[in-house]
């Protein structure tokens, strides 16, 4: 696979305020057609999902809205968070290939790799994103009382700052290192489902 399509495999993920104590997610699907690696890979290019971030076309893509519900607690001399929920709504976007009768066995069988792993590289965003949102809403509940609720507020603004910039680090270095590996990945990938193939586990593809 050239070069492009292994820099289009990287995902930026957009995100808003906030983490995931409660997710929410659905799929959609772009068609793509071609009876080549080539082919393919230029359907990829044409048709994938833009991404705001990078102004490019993705392979996949991950959409994510989060958002956080906070409530506060107001004793006299002091204020804190009585509660916090955080909930991340999420599209995962997937290509489906129409594939023609005319492709050959090893095409179909690289297709099948390539979609699985650009499946795995999605759902590991959200992975991220669910983590990030846990810790962000146990350290909203964690957090210590304020002189009043508006400093409860400025605090809570702060610790969602913090968290949220820790996650897209996070998801930065996950592209980072998937894209270093996607090559050896994919030749992996491949030779584990051939075997699987030779030894009757898989269906030929």
């Known amino acids: 696979m050239k070069r492009p399509l292994l820099c289009a495999l990287l995902l930026a993920v957009t995100a808003l305020p906030a983490g995931a104590a409660n997710l929410v997610k659905t799929y959609s699907y772009f068609s793509i057609g071609g ?19 990078t102004g490019s076309r993705h392979p996949g893509a991950t959409q994510m ?4 519900r906070i409530s506060y607690a107001a004793q006299r001399g ?16 997937l290509p489906e290939w129409r594939r ?11 297709w099948d790799t390539l979609s699985a792993d650009i ?16 810790e962000l809403e146990d350290a909203l509940k964690a957090s210590y009382p ?4 508006d400093a409860a507020k400025v605090k809570a603004a702060e610790i969602t700052a913090d968290i949220l910039a820790k996650h897209d680090r996070a998801q930065v270095q996950f592209d980072r290192v998937e894209g270093v590996n996607f090559e050896s990945r994919i030749l992996r990938l491949l030779r584990y489902r051939m075997e699987r193939i030779e030894n009757g586990q898989l269906p030929p593809a």
């Open 100 to 110: 023609p009768r005319k492709a050959d066995a090893d095409v179909r069988l690289f």
């Open 119 to 134: 499946k795995r590289h999605e759902e590991r965003h959200v992975e991220i994103a669910k983590n990030h949102a846990r």
């Open 65 to 68: 809205a989060f958002t956080t």
């Open 146 to 149: 304020q002189k009043d609720c």
């Open 78 to 93: 002091s204020c804190r968070i009585a509660d916090a929920v955080v909930t991340v709504k999420v599209k995962v976007i």
């Open 35 to 53: 009876s080549t690696l080539d082919d393919i890979e230029k359907q990829l290019s044409k048709h994938g999902p833009q991404v705001k971030s």
